[in-house]
């Protein structure tokens, strides 16, 4: 059974850092594509960045420089280190199993002074 966790989101002042974590399970995650992607409210589902089992990535122009993917083959776990944050930033952001229908809940990111 394929598991999603994130957690880490939270409400943050504008200039802000925030670190997202997503621990998957019932994957082989050696081997796997993962993503993050973003909902803010009234908007589509977009992506944000994705990184490959070799750890090559691929962020959109709108965090580009300000956010940074990893991850950690050990724990099974890839990260979002979100610096410099935005207010257009807000919304919930989703691990996702890179090309599948396997996501996690999700986690609030609220930037707002």
């Known amino acids: 059974q394929v598991q999603l966790v994130e957690s880490g989101g939270g409400l943050v002042q504008p200039g802000g850092s925030l670190r997202l974590s997503c621990a998957a399970s019932g994957i082989d995650f050696r081997i796997a594509t993962m993503g993050w992607y973003r909902q803010a409210p009234g908007k589509q589902r977009e992506l944000v960045v994705t990184?490959?089992?070799?750890?090559?990535?691929n962020y959109a122009d709108s965090v580009q420089g300000r956010f940074t993917i990893s991850r950690d083959n050990a724990k099974s776990t890839v990260y979002l280190q979100m610096n410099s944050l935005k207010p257009e930033d807000t919304a919930v952001y989703y691990c996702n199993l890179y090309g599948s229908d396997y996501w996690g809940k999700g986690t609030l990111v609220t930037i707002s002074s």
């Open positions: 990184i490959t089992n070799v750890g090559r990535t």
